[in-house]
């Protein structure tokens, strides 16, 4: 099936799924993960009118979206996947948002390199780990709001969101938990640091996304349900 018939379905899906969840689609932002797709799929993607983009990888992004954002500069580009220290700098150059700040030492290294963009803060988003010891995030809510805190001394960095993985597993319980997780921490920002945006919590993906919008998702990233399996 075509990128675009595969990015049809899933805007009715989310549609369908916010109709029973009674919440409106508009809340909800799509994100296609290009992660090891090549340029032609992404072309169709965005001739299908996905404008949102995520990628895994700091030098795979560079080397597809440089030039491409050129010709497409309505293309949004975020990065999903866990961050190096040593590609922070690359990073913060290319991404319109981090969405996997996970650990306090690589906010403050991120904040490091883009302390002259006052005018232009980078948008991040916290991960929040799940409960699965092989997946990254912070730990708890008091790890988070280390984190955050440390993003606060920052004027570059502009805290938008969160963002957390479930649990890979056909049972619904562990992954309706880690959202639920998610939304819980958001209130704890919200009473902690108010005054600043929480508002948008990425969660689910191609397997668990309807979950997730029932839960509170307001952005799903999709990878394989869009592009298909690697190829």
Not at 40 to 56: C, D, K, T, Y
Not at 121 to 128: A, H, T
Request: charged share 30%; aromatic share 6%; net charge negative.
């Amino acid at each position: 099936m075509a990128v675009s018939d595969n990015a049809r379905r899933i805007r009715d899906e989310i549609g369908e799924t916010c109709l029973r969840a009674g919440r409106d689609p508009g809340e909800i932002r799509l994100m296609a993960v290009s992660k090891f797709h090549e340029l032609p799929l992404i072309e169709e993607a965005v001739e299908a009118g996905l404008r949102l983009f995520g990628e895994s990888r700091v030098q795979e992004a560079a080397g597809k979206f440089t030039g491409f954002r050129e010709r497409f500069p309505d293309v949004e580009l975020h990065l999903i996947g866990s961050l190096q220290r040593n590609k922070v700098k690359a990073a913060a150059g290319l991404f319109d948002c981090i969405e996997s700040l996970d650990r306090v030492e690589l906010v403050q290294e991120l904040g490091r390199v883009t302390q002259d963009r006052t005018e232009s803060p980078l948008p991040v988003f916290f991960e929040l780990n799940a409960g699965e010891e092989s997946k990254s995030g912070f730990k708890d809510e008091d790890a988070l709001c280390s984190g955050v805190e440390a993003a606060l001394g920052f004027r570059s960095l502009l805290p938008s969101g969160l963002m957390t993985m479930a649990p890979f597993t056909g049972d619904e319980k562990p992954i309706r938990e880690a959202f639920r997780k998610l939304v819980k921490a958001q209130a704890r920002l919200r009473r902690v640091f108010p005054g600043h945006n929480w508002d948008c919590l990425s969660m689910g993906m191609s397997g668990d996304f309807k979950i997730a919008i029932e839960e509170g998702s307001t952005l799903v990233r999709i990878g394989t349900a869009i592009f298909g399996d690697r190829r």
